[in-house]
């Protein structure tokens, strides 16, 4: 990935990352951020062969991410400081494509306090934001 530009390679680290994520149930706040830059990055056209078939690489990417998105929601419930960070902003920015995460942010926002609750506001507001801007 070059400034929000996706190559090739983002498809097998999202493969990668998303192994590690359904086998620890968890991530460093890296591999979250790392994950977020990949759903929001744009393909701009370039393609990967994936078991035979040629897929947009932001489409493939996208689409595995909001597969796992139990996971996430799973590893959200557990997660503290800049992970629970992480996994927020990859939240807010998966609402465009999947606004779905705007429920779980909603529960985040019920069930935390303090610098938590701010963070999960801030992921909702984003969330919600970019539902408003893609209907």
């Known amino acids: 990935m070059?400034?929000?530009?996706?190559?090739s390679a983002a498809a097998g680290v999202v493969d990668v990352i998303l192994i590690e994520l359904e086998r620890r149930g968890d991530l460093s706040a890296e591999a979250w951020y790392l994950l977020d830059a990949i759903f929001r990055g744009a393909s701009h056209g370039r393609t990967v062969f994936i078991d035979g078939d040629?897929?947009?690489?932001?489409?493939?990417c996208r689409n595995r991410i909001i597969?796992?998105?139990?996971l996430i929601e799973d590893a959200a419930t557990g997660a503290m400081g800049e992970e629970f960070r992480g996994i927020v902003f990859l939240l807010g920015g998966m609402a465009e494509f999947c606004p779905i995460v705007s429920e779980i942010l909603e529960r985040e926002v019920v069930a935390s306090t303090g610098e938590r609750k701010i963070i999960a506001e801030s992921g909702l507001s984003e969330a919600l934001e970019l539902i408003k801007e893609s209907s």
Request: aromatic letters at 12%; glycine letters at 12%.
């Open 2 to 7: 070059n400034q929000g530009s996706l190559y």
């Open 54 to 60: 040629e897929l947009k690489i932001d489409d493939y």
């Open 67 to 70: 597969g796992t998105l139990s």
